[in-house]
């Protein structure tokens, strides 16, 4: 029922920033909690934020707090992670995720969420 479509990540350099975005289409439940996952190369899929579908509560992973921050600009269907001070390490397939209207947004478990964009390749160079 809905579609995430995560336009372009990007390729920088270490202590860079960039932000992603995700847009969604389609009708489903307006009470949907929605994050970010990522995967790198040779490593398990790794939670990275999550955000309630009011946006009053967040959960970061302790990796990324301080660094990243999620927001939700509901006039478009969108959210956003903004990366800052990129490692290396972080180099990744980033995904966006929604869930059904369950609003989860403290569940960390790949399985929990519903709805995947199709990936964001973001490469960090040292």
């Known amino acids: 029922q809905l579609q995430l479509v995560e336009p372009g990540g990007g390729l920088l350099q270490a202590g860079g920033p960039l932000r992603l975005s995700c847009a969604g289409s389609g009708r489903i439940s307006s009470m949907n909690a929605t994050g970010w996952f990522r995967h790198a190369p040779g490593m398990e899929r790794e939670f990275v934020v999550a955000i309630s579908w009011s946006g009053g509560s967040t959960y970061y992973a302790d990796s990324v707090k301080g660094r990243f921050t999620i927001s939700r600009e509901y006039a478009k269907s969108t959210v956003y992670l903004q990366m800052d001070t990129l490692k290396p390490e972080e180099t990744a397939v980033y995904y966006c995720?929604?869930?059904?209207?369950?609003?989860?947004?403290?569940?960390?478990?790949?399985?929990?969420?519903?709805?995947w964009g199709q990936g964001t390749q973001v490469t960090v160079s040292s």
């Open positions: 995720v929604v869930d059904r209207g369950r609003n989860e947004w403290w569940r960390r478990e790949p399985g929990y969420w519903d709805y």
